[in-house]
């Protein structure tokens, strides 16, 4: 198996099925973790040097922190049901302590902050919802926290590919800290099938194909993309969900397309963006 991809795992007995961590990425800057917890399970966490998205998947729970408490958050009981999510953003030196009030799967998702800010509740109607591309190039985004919002490092978005589409295209990447032309950030992509036993499709190459991985990815995976361009594919029969996170020295999201495929923007509407 390719060691960009990182697969869930069962439950362990705080819930969590997945761990990313800049060490184990290889990277510096964004960690993230998943965990699937039962109705009444608790989970505490301490935010420590970490700016903190705490993003409910699916199900609702109780969420409290240092200097706040959010109760009864969260209303789509699957991904798939692709209604923006409630999220809340946690600073460096907090705490969260999160009571599963149905079955619930959260994302935590994290990067290193001075905790400028303070605790705060980013429900759906707060989350910008967008079409982007065209053709088999068109997807949903949900811009979760968007460089628009307030935070340190973390960029969040979850995007949803309809069956037989592609996202990330054409083929863009953002590992140069080149500002203003092309920023440098680390990414994670989470993946969710519909049905759960499909699988998709993604890339991440670079220029001089120094790295070239063809990566098949399935329920409950994650992609490490520290470089490269990174397109995905939803094959016919199953749609794609994912969630990225992003982070690097500057919070902006400016991007490079791949030259060879940067022709598709001029066909329509664009799409190379997530």
């Not at 919002?149 to 083929?171: C, D, N, Q």
């Not at 098949?216 to 199953?238: E, K």
Request: negative net charge; aromatic residues 10%; contains cysteine.
């Amino acid at each position: 198996m390719s060691h960009y991809i990182v697969r869930s795992t069962s439950p362990d007995d705080s819930g969590n099925v997945l761990t990313i961590t800049p060490q184990s990425a290889g990277w510096n800057y964004v960690g993230f973790q998943v965990f699937q917890l039962e109705s009444g399970q608790t989970l505490r966490q301490e935010t420590e040097n970490n700016e903190v998205c705490l993003v409910i998947l699916s199900g609702k729970a109780n969420v409290f922190t240092n200097d706040n408490q959010y109760m009864n958050i969260g209303q789509r009981m699957s991904v798939f049901e692709q209604i923006p999510p409630f999220s809340v953003y946690v600073p460096s030196g907090n705490h969260l302590h999160i009571e599963a009030q149905t079955v619930l799967e959260i994302a935590i998702c994290s990067a290193p902050a001075e905790g400028r800010l303070a605790s705060r509740l980013i429900a759906p109607e707060q989350v910008g919802v967008e079409r982007r591309g065209y053709g088999s190039m068109e997807r949903m985004i949900h811009n979760i926290l968007p460089e628009q919002e307030e935070a340190e490092r973390l960029l969040v978005v979850e995007v949803f590919t309809p069956a037989g589409h592609w996202s990330s295209y054409p083929p863009h990447k953002h590992d140069q800290n080149n500002l203003p032309d092309e920023s440098l950030l680390e990414e994670t992509y989470y993946h969710k099938m519909s049905p759960e036993h499909g699988f998709a499709v993604q890339r991440v190459y670079t220029d001089d194909l120094s790295i070239n991985e063809t990566l098949i990815v399935h329920n409950g995976d994650a992609v490490l993309v520290p470089c490269g361009y990174h397109p995905v594919s939803a094959p016919p029969g199953y749609n794609l969900y994912y969630l990225n996170v992003m982070a690097g020295p500057v919070r902006t999201w400016k991007f490079h397309n791949d030259p060879n495929h940067e022709w598709l923007l001029t066909q329509g509407k664009g799409g190379g963006e997530r």
